[in-house]
Structure formats: structure tokens, C-alpha cells
């Protein structure tokens, strides 16, 4: 889905086109270049702090009203929301260990 802002061959074009390029406005300059892309993307820390914060955002949903208001008194003494103290802690303590499973395997 386009989402430029003006006919593209305009001095007016701004957005990006797809996921291939991106008409930009600079100071004195227009520019249409490729989608920028960090080039560590998707490294094994950045997955790993990503698998943190999806499992903190989902403790905190698990929460009943009565448990998240628990976190009242710190969020207060830290000028915190409720959200930002208990996502905090969440990330202090990180990701719990996974399961452990005893399996046996049998030939019968």
C-alpha cells in the first residue's frame, strides 16, 4: 500500500512506496532512497530482548486490577505509572527459566 503524499514525480512526494523505497523532504533537498535498515537488525541479543518485553507486556495483561494496583507504592515513590513500575520490574528480573520436562523414552 502507497502512503506518498503527492504524485511521485512531484517536488511534493513524501512517504514511502511499498517496502522498496521512500520520497523524503531534506532542507533545500528532495530524495527518494531505498527503506532504511539498521544493520544489526535481528541479532541474538535484540531477539532475545525482544522475547523479554513480549513476555513482561504479557505478565502485565495477566494481572487482575487487585494485583496491578500492588504496584501503587513504588510507582508513586519512582513517579511512575502502574505500567512503567511493574514493566520495570519485569525486565530487573527477566525471563523466568523455561519449563523443565522429565522425559522417557521406551522401545516396547
Known amino acids: 500500500?502507497?502512503?506518498?503524499?503527492?504524485?511521485?514525480f512531484s517536488f511534493g512526494a513524501q512517504g514511502s512506496l511499498?517496502?522498496?523505497?521512500?520520497?523524503?523532504?531534506?532542507?533545500?533537498?528532495?530524495?527518494?532512497?531505498?527503506?532504511?535498515?539498521?544493520?544489526?537488525?535481528?541479532?541474538?541479543?535484540?531477539?532475545?530482548?525482544?522475547?523479554?518485553?513480549?513476555w513482561a507486556v504479557a505478565s502485565w495483561n495477566a494481572l487482575s486490577p487487585a494485583e496491578k494496583e500492588t504496584y501503587r507504592p513504588l510507582?508513586?515513590?519512582?513517579?511512575?505509572?502502574l505500567y512503567q513500575e511493574a514493566m520495570s520490574q519485569f525486565l530487573e528480573a527477566g525471563l523466568p527459566p523455561p519449563p523443565s520436562y522429565d522425559l522417557t523414552i521406551t522401545n516396547d
Open 1 to 8: 500500500m502507497t502512503k506518498v503524499s503527492a504524485p511521485l
Open 18 to 54: 511499498g517496502h522498496t523505497i521512500t520520497y523524503r523532504k531534506r532542507p533545500g533537498s528532495h530524495q527518494v532512497i531505498s527503506i532504511p535498515t539498521h544493520p544489526d537488525a535481528g541479532t541474538s541479543p535484540q531477539l532475545d530482548q525482544r522475547d523479554l518485553f513480549l
Open 75 to 81: 510507582a508513586a515513590r519512582h513517579g511512575r505509572t
